[in-house]
């Protein structure tokens, strides 16, 4: 059982989690190093997922290892009716590692159970996404030059919004305060504000996206707001707008302050915060990269 | 009174077996299809239901001679009726009285009600952990969702 499988980010503990910080600086500093040659890594992406796949699979070439898998649950055998189990039973006869998508949650997990090789989950419906909430831990890391004692404003979909309650859980140990900024439709569910109360997490829960929140704010965490989620579409027509971001906002706001998006964005960051100097998506989406290349090292002992 | 004797005549007359007593009404037959006991052919099965209880108002009870269930069995009862007391008789006498305690980990037994969990959609067994004794909430090993004691289905 000491495959180094990273399933759920609660898989992590601290120190763990601080030393991928440390290694994926490593990568930054040089992403290019053949650690993995000789190495065969599938990407199995039952769902498509382009920007996490290409991310993965990048992390993978820049480290001189092999890919093979399939982007297209269409082209796999799944298609034919397989079974997860049989699809993870004959890639882990040629694999040294899985990386893994899938639309079902709690996918990574049994395939875990099942493959002699270490599993990577990229994502398992609307589970778990864990390497997304590394990298969001490195960046914040990166921008702020720790994770302790920040104030992280989250903002939009805080309901369905997955990458929302794995960073909430993952900050616990780094005495984070939270404020939740959402609609009364998309508000953070109970079951997280209850974690934050067992760990004595301070948190604040406001309609309002106002300045005042902003600028007491280290990292601004903007989510998308999917119009699916609403039964009632004028009212999503009304919320949309309420939670753009535009750089007018932003003219109060404390100097290390950066702005955070898992993307893809719609219209809940307006194009004029890109050339402010508290745009970080872009810096964001290619901390992915290092902080896949420090996953990938260790689940393969590396 | 008269209700009482004649409840007592009946645990009585079991020889040798088990009675699972204090049954909540509403779990009746959901102890009796996680016993299995449907597919019982060759012992004697009684089944008692809203029978009158000091304790509780209104019971179910089981009885079933010359079969005593292991222990691991048994705790699984605790899943839907956490309060029952299982009564081993030998030989007319009640020998052991049993309160069942709900295991940390269920393996088989609940259904998720998450219809997007891997479980439903593999042929595989499910697995939940007990997150909280008192209000018997589970949460699914896999999928990760929480399910509290009054959604909870039995595989």
Redesign the interface.
Known sequence: MDKHSLI?ISDLNKEEILALLKRAQEFEKNPNQRILAGKVVASLFFEPSTRTRLSFETAVNRLGGRVIGFSDPKSSSQAKGE???DTIMMVSNYADLIVMR??????A??ANEIASVPIINAG?????HPTQTMLDLYTIYQTQGTLENLTITMVGDLKYGRTVHSLLEAMHHFKPRFKFVACDELRMPE?YKQYCTEWGIEYEETREFSPEIINQTDILYMTRVQRERFSDLMEYERVKNIYTLTASMLTGCKPNMRVLHPLPRVTEIAQDVDDTPQAYYFEQALNGLYARQALICRALDL | MVNKEKKELAVAALQNGTVIDHIPTQSLFKVVDLLGLKDLTDVSVTIGNNLDSNRMVKKGIIKVADLFFPEETLNRIAVIAPNVVVNIIRDFEVVEKLHVALPDELIDIVKCN?P????N????RTHFHVIDREHTTLR???????VFQHDITLK
């Open positions: 759920s079974s997860l189990k899938h639309y079902l949650d709690g996918a997990r049994y398992d419906g609307s589970n778990q079951q | 998450n997007k969990c891997i479980t959609n593999e042929p595989m699914c090993h896999y999928c990760e969702r929480p």
